[in-house]
């Protein structure tokens, strides 16, 4: 056995300790990067899965419940047009987050941030008059002389109008509430339960099934892209040629969409075989309580009340 | 001997509810074998993940050869590479490990980071793919091999950097028995080569075979007994307190009757 041994491994390199540590600097930001994106992402799946257990006041409560506010106070949110309405809601929300026991500032961070691109950023441009007609509370824009594009009238002052702000801002807290009350029942249901819960609420299987199988998988490839980047990590500290990195990036991404084809397989196999003729037989052993009753009572109390305001 | 890796009570955690490794303290001298054993998810491959600073500890320090290993000195370009040559890490599963086109080119990728001249590293990608019987396989995609091919690639293309310390994740995962006596036979001559080899693994077969000194980690994720391979598989209390063994069914011909593993030092029929 000895004398297959290649002679280079029967002997130790000379490896000089660093004597200083020379100036910090990443030769490959992106492994660092990736992997830092994939640890939080899974961390915070963690973090869904540990606070939908802690013991708060939603968390008591039956998903179906959760489910049946989640639907009834969105279309609410939707179809109150007063801020001060919105208000009562948004402080309603925040008071259930921290009977919950969640991270408020956490939460809301990710909420704001959410809220900003997909809520403000998008309306933004509809407090303008070119958008929205009114008087204008500030200008941004002056332009020598009106103008004609097309079909589009271009005033001379363009600038935020009183109306306008109003209707972003109305906009704006519904986008905020939506989300809060979306978040506040992720992050104390349990997934499974969710799923289970929107089966009584007669949501196709297929559905369900694609949802249960998305959420686990995309679990299962943060993983992987984990692991593949933990092995970059260890024998890549040299900066390659770009072509040689494209190559090996590309061939990790040719990795991953095989590995995904070959588990959709596997797990589609798995399916047949364990008598899979697509109906999915979901059983939800949980009995509607006191509790889940009180709050649905609650519930409902809060709706009337904010809408009677 | 010195010691070339230091644990000083390491705690991680993914979650503060979900411990992966609490309070654990260990030192390995240079040149020793040594095995972490323990049972499935008590934090084998999360400790070896901290020793090769691919994760940090949350509380306690790792030292590399009385470096310690932060985020920020592995941040150091020199040290980095430095520490990286001298350890290397076979994960437990290859699909992972594996990134470059071919098999030659996975063997090729650590030398030529290491600054060795083609004409070395392909010599050195050949002596290790006839040792371990990987040759036809060398222009083959690795995304084409069985799981014993993607072991043997991944063990070669750490071997090919020929690193000081060995560090092994399930050795014995995927191989067919000839493969893994050959692994156990070649671990053996390289720790009398003087590298390092630090394993992970429940197999105490392997354990019985390289008698290294032991660490078992408990279902709690705490060391539970340092010892040599004599006081830990001798200590059967431990063993199934670990999860590490436990009594099984089996037959004698018509008779049907259970007990412990019998085929380690405290055998017992």
């Keep these: 056995m000895k004398d297959q041994i290649p002679s280079f ?43 939908s257990s802690s013991k708060g006041l939603l968390q008591k409560i039956d998903a179906r419940i ?21 208000l009562y809601i948004a402080g309603f929300l925040l008071s259930l987050c921290i009977l919950s026991c969640l991270k408020v500032i956490d939460i809301y961070n990710k909420i704001l941030i959410l809220s900003f691109f997909f809520g403000f950023l998008v309306l933004a441009p509809a407090s303008l008059n070119v958008v929205t007609n009114g008087k204008i509370i500030l200008t941004i824009f002056h332009f020598q002389e009106t103008k004609q594009f097309w079909i589009y009238h271009i005033p001379a002052d363009i600038g935020i109008t009183k109306e306008g702000a109003l209707v972003v801002a109305k906009l704006y ?6 989300l809060t009350l979306t978040f506040l029942i992720l992050y104390t249901t349990p997934f499974n339960e969710i799923i289970k819960a929107l089966k009584v609420f007669k949501i196709p299987d297929m559905f369900l099934l694609i949802i249960t199988m998305t959420y686990k998988f995309i679990f299962i490839l943060a993983h992987t892209v984990q692991e593949t980047y933990f092995a970059l990590k260890l024998r890549w500290w040299k900066k390659v040629k770009n072509s040689e990195a494209d190559k090996i990036i590309a061939g990790r991404i040719v990795y991953i969409f095989r590995k995904s084809w070959n588990r959709y397989e596997e797990v589609y196999g798995a399916m047949i075989a364990r008598g899979f003729s697509g109906h999915v037989n979901f059983c939800y052993l949980r009995k509607i309580r006191t509790t889940d009753i009180c709050f649905l009572a609650l519930f409902l109390i809060a709706n009337l009340v904010i809408y009677l305001i | 001997m010195d010691d070339i890796l230091k644990l000083d009570n390491v705690t991680y955690h993914y979650t503060p509810k979900h411990i992966a490794i609490s309070d654990v303290s260990f030192s390995v001298k240079q040149g020793e074998i040594f095995a972490i054993i323990g049972s499935n998810g008590c934090g084998k491959t999360t400790l070896l993940h901290l020793i090769s600073g691919l994760l940090f500890p949350y509380s306690g320090s790792i030292s590399f050869k009385n ?21 290397g890490y076979v994960f437990q599963n290859p699909d ?17 980071q ?36 993607k072991k043997r690639v991944a063990i070669g293309s750490v071997l090919t950097m020929n690193p000081d310390v060995l560090l092994i994740d399930e050795p014995m995962g995927a191989l067919d028995p000839k493969t893994r006596s050959f692994l156990i036979e070649l671990l053996i001559h390289l720790n009398k080569a003087g590298k390092t080899i630090i394993i992970a693994t429940h197999h105490l077969e392997l354990v ?14 705490k060391i539970e007994k340092i010892g040599t391979t004599q006081e830990i598989l001798s200590d059967i209390e431990l063993l199934v307190r670990t999860n590490l063994i436990s009594e099984h069914w089996h037959k004698h011909g018509d008779k049907v009757h259970k007990h412990l593993p019998s085929n380690f030092l405290f055998h017992k029929h």
């Design chain 1, 9 to 51: 491994l029967l002997v130790s390199e000379t490896r000089p300790l660093p004597l200083k540590h020379q100036r910090i600097r990443q030769q490959l930001p992106f492994i660092d990067r990736t992997l830092r994106k994939v640890s939080l992402f899974i961390k915070t799946g963690y973090l869904q899965s540990e606070t």
């Design chain 1, 66 to 86: 959760k489910i049946l506010f989640l639907v009834c106070f969105i279309i609410q949110i939707n179809i109150l047009q007063q801020i001060p309405a919105q």
């Design chain 1, 173 to 178: 807290v519904k986008v905020v509430n939506s």
């Design chain 2, 67 to 87: 470096q310690a290993i932060t985020e920020q000195t592995l941040k150091s370009a020199s040290f980095n590479k430095y520490f990286r040559e001298s350890l």
């Design chain 2, 96 to 112: 992972s490990q594996l990134f470059c086109p071919t098999v030659l080119d996975e063997l090729l990728f650590g030398p030529l």
């Design chain 2, 114 to 149: 290491m600054g060795k001249d083609k004409q070395t590293a392909l010599d050195r990608a050949n002596a290790i793919m006839e040792m371990l019987n990987i040759d036809c396989l060398k222009d083959r995609p690795t995304y084409m091999l069985s799981g014993g091919e």
């Design chain 2, 208 to 221: 019985d075979h390289l008698q290294p000194r032991v660490a078992v980690l408990s279902e709690h994720h």
